[in-house]
């Protein structure tokens, strides 16, 4: 059971944004990751706890920041639910998407998981929801996901095989470059692997 702490920049001007403490696991129905996030005083600043199916499709996703929730999974679509920080409304919301995303590391991993792609095969095009902080406010965006390389390093608990992607805002056309090791993001834009107890766990 992988456990760790990722730390959170600005991708733009590398402004630190906090940190996010996590730990995962495989199981026979799937994955789960779940994470409390903290601002860079160290005050508590949201948390994830997303689980997947064996497919990785989100099971089951919850948010929490500014006082903002948002639970949802993958029904007809990708479905979910919005309340206010006051807790007296909520939205429902429902689009044709594959599955969620978010500044959660959880999210690149749980992306890859879904496309399970093959080195230098063509980049393939993913809809997903984003929710990002403050406010979790939903929107819709397309990515292309390509795997460019995927090369074995030596360890002392034996080979990690780590996964180089190319991920790119199919609206923008800006791409940036992602390293998975199993269910572990090593690096990412705005993210920085800073602390691992345990190997990551391959995911099937």
Do not use: K
């Amino acid at each position: 059971m992988p456990r760790g702490r990722y730390s959170l920049h600005d991708p733009h001007d590398h402004t630190p944004l906090g940190e996010e403490h996590f730990h995962c696991a495989t199981g026979p129905s799937g994955w789960r990751y779940v994470s409390q996030i903290t601002t860079p005083d160290g005050e508590h600043a949201g948390s994830v706890d997303l689980t997947l199916d064996e497919l990785g499709r989100p099971l089951r996703m919850e948010l929490h920041a500014g006082g903002w929730q948002v639970r949802g999974a993958a029904l007809d679509g990708v479905t979910w639910v919005r309340t206010d920080p006051g807790g007296t409304h909520a939205t429902e919301g429902n689009v044709p998407a594959h599955a969620f995303t978010g500044a959660s590391p959880a999210f690149l991993v749980a992306t890859a998981r879904l496309l399970r792609l093959t080195p230098g095969a063509p980049a393939t095009r993913v809809r997903l929801v984003a929710l990002t902080a403050p406010v979790l406010a939903p929107r819709t965006l397309d990515q292309s996901w390509a795997l460019l390389d995927r090369t074995a390093h030596a360890t002392d608990s034996g080979p990690l095989t780590v996964d180089e992607y190319q991920v790119g805002d199919v609206d923008t056309g800006e791409a940036h470059t992602v390293h998975i090791a199993g269910d572990v993001v090593l690096s990412a834009p705005g993210i920085e692997l800073e602390d691992l107890e345990s190997p990551p766990s391959a995911l099937s």
